[in-house]
């Protein structure tokens, strides 16, 4: 007879998420349930809506639990990097590079361009406003409008890249010029990195 091991709730929620994270990365959002992840957890399917409410709700935390994980692999990447055009590079570079460790079928799918209802939108939305901060740190812009608009564009513009580069196999080859063109647009749009 085996027994089940006592776990707190932050470990309970946490075996939730991962295993949901699981879910959501082999199946598309329409095959997951929140029965069959509370079945993998081992736990009831009200426990799984104690924590997160819905399937929505659940899609949501795995959605910011992959943003966590870019975001802190980007702040370590530009960590030590002397000009502001390294460590842009870093941050392009990173998403670059988690997006391409995204094996599982529709992991990519998802966090790229995901199954989004109103709050997988607020997550990417929030996600949005964080990334573009810490591209303003970086570059420092000034208060014109012509600045606002480069670092609000930027993210979408790294987005699309992205994307187009997964549908095409993310061919490591292309990796640089995609770079070198997202970077070089920015560069171009704010005019001069030194201000």
């Given at each position: 007879?085996s027994q089940r091991t006592?776990?707190?709730?932050?470990?309970?929620?946490?075996?939730?998420?991962?295993?949901?994270?699981?879910?959501?990365?082999?199946?598309?959002?329409?095959?997951?349930?929140?029965?069959?992840?509370?079945?993998?957890?081992?736990?009831?399917?009200?426990?799984?809506?104690k924590y997160f409410d819905?399937?929505?709700?659940?899609?949501?935390?795995?959605?910011?639990?992959?943003?966590?994980?870019?975001?802190?692999?980007?702040?370590?990447?530009?960590?030590?990097?002397?000009?502001?055009?390294?460590?842009?590079?870093?941050?392009?570079?990173?998403?670059?590079?988690?997006?391409?460790?995204?094996?599982?079928?529709?992991?990519?799918?998802?966090?790229?361009?995901?199954?989004?209802?109103?709050?997988?939108?607020?997550?990417?939305?929030?996600?949005?406003?964080?990334?573009?901060?810490?591209?303003?740190?970086?570059?420092?812009?000034?208060?014109?409008?012509?600045?606002?608009?480069?670092?609000?564009?930027?993210?979408?513009?790294?987005?699309?890249?992205?994307?187009?580069?997964?549908?095409?196999?993310?061919?490591?080859?292309?990796?640089?010029?995609?770079?070198?063109?997202?970077?070089?647009?920015?560069?171009?749009?704010?005019?001069?990195?030194?201000?």
């Amino acid at each position: 007879m085996s027994q089940r091991t006592r776990m707190n709730p932050a470990q309970r929620k946490a075996l939730i998420l991962d295993t949901a994270r699981s879910a959501f990365a082999t199946h598309s959002y329409q095959n997951v349930s929140v029965a069959a992840v509370a079945e993998t957890a081992g736990v009831s399917v009200a426990l799984v809506h104690k924590y997160f409410d819905s399937k929505s709700g659940l899609f949501a935390a795995v959605l910011e639990q992959h943003f966590q994980q870019l975001r802190e692999l980007q702040r370590h990447a530009v960590t030590g990097k002397a000009s502001t055009r390294d460590r842009v590079v870093a941050l392009v570079e990173a998403q670059l590079d988690y997006v391409v460790k995204l094996q599982r079928p529709h992991e990519t799918q998802h966090v790229l361009f995901g199954h989004d209802d109103a709050r997988a939108s607020e997550v990417r939305r929030l996600d949005e406003h964080g990334f573009a901060q810490t591209l303003r740190d970086i570059v420092r812009p000034n208060d014109s409008a012509r600045d606002f608009y480069a670092v609000a564009a930027f993210h979408g513009i790294l987005q699309a890249a992205t994307r187009t580069w997964v549908q095409r196999g993310c061919p490591e080859e292309e990796k640089w010029p995609i770079i070198e063109a997202v970077v070089g647009g920015l560069e171009g749009s704010l005019g001069d990195w030194k201000r």
